[in-house]
């Protein structure tokens, strides 16, 4: 019994990193309307912005946090006016092949930049397990899952809060209607795709942490993991796509207590292909209509 319940935490700790990277990608989907393929690399860049954040700056969690979202945020500024600000009234498919060449562009980049073999990223945080009996938590997944429960708030008070998160929304719900208010969509739609981005990219520093390792090569796997939980989220739903992300790490963890590590992806896309057969929106109904 004690097994299963240390998988279930590691399931919980793990659904929570994938519950962020969807986050980000709803919020990305929401402004722009679009799925995106460069999410993948988001992630990856923000764990490499993170890796040499640390290296300068010493193991502080609050560094790595700020380098990896800064770095991505940037990074999503540049993926704006490249494949979205010019083509909003184009066919959708034009900016989503943008997307993929950025993709490749931005995956090969930093091969070349941060080399393509695994680099190690250790005693971020001190070895501690706290618990009882053989049935506990550690100190890294504790500050997780504390992280991410801290952004998602910061998030909910950003979108309902504040000027600019009353306008994101309003774009995302209808950006036509939001331009005749006098909201400048590209402005807040580009705000929203670097937030996006930049939560990916702190999702990213948590893999790397939790992994104690990262490689130039990660973001494809990332990518598809935050583009699952997103789905099962019903795509823009954000508190949706946090609970598919949450989902989807508890069952790839049960999944591979009765067999092995080598089919975690097995079971989580065989359960997404279940929900959606099921219940082709996900978890929840998309609201708002988008033009």
Not at 97 to 111: E, F, H, V
Not at 133 to 150: E, F, K, N, R, Y
Not at 232 to 247: E, I, K, R, Y
């Amino acid at each position: 019994m004690a097994y299963y319940i240390s998988q279930l935490i590691n399931g919980i700790c793990q659904g929570s990193i994938y519950a962020l990277m969807a986050i980000g990608f709803s919020v990305v989907m929401g402004v722009v309307g679009l799925v995106t393929f460069t999410h993948g690399e988001v992630i990856m860049l923000g764990a490499f912005a993170s890796y040499y954040a640390f290296a300068m700056f010493g193991n502080h969690l609050l560094v790595g946090i700020l380098a990896s979202f800064g770095a991505s945020f940037l990074i999503g500024v540049v993926i704006y006016k490249v494949c979205y600000e010019r083509f909003f009234d184009a066919p959708h498919h034009i900016s989503l092949l943008c997307t993929i060449g950025m993709s490749m562009l931005l995956k090969n980049l930093a091969q070349i930049l941060f080399g393509p073999n695994f680099k190690p990223l250790l005693e971020v945080l001190p070895n501690r397990f706290y618990g009882v009996g053989s049935v506990g938590i550690s100190l890294v997944q504790l500050t997780v899952i504390a992280t991410v429960i801290s952004l998602s708030l910061l998030l909910f008070l950003f979108f309902n809060r504040t000027r600019w998160g009353v306008q994101l929304r309003a774009v995302c719900q209808d950006r036509k209607a939001a331009s005749l208010m006098g909201i400048n969509v590209k402005l807040t739609s580009m705000l929203g795709n670097c937030i996006g981005c930049g939560l990916g990219g702190v999702a990213g520093m948590l893999l790397a942490i939790y992994y104690q390792t990262l490689i130039a090569t990660m973001g494809g796997p990332a990518g598809m993991k935050a583009f699952s939980a997103s789905v099962l989220g019903g795509m823009t739903n954000v508190p949706s796509a946090a609970l598919g992300g949450v989902v989807l790490g508890v069952v790839e963890n049960l999944g591979i207590t009765f067999t092995n590590a080598s089919f975690r992806d097995v079971f989580a896309f065989l359960f997404l292909l279940g929900v959606l057969i099921l219940r082709p929106e996900g978890f929840a109904r998309k609201l708002g209509n988008r033009s």
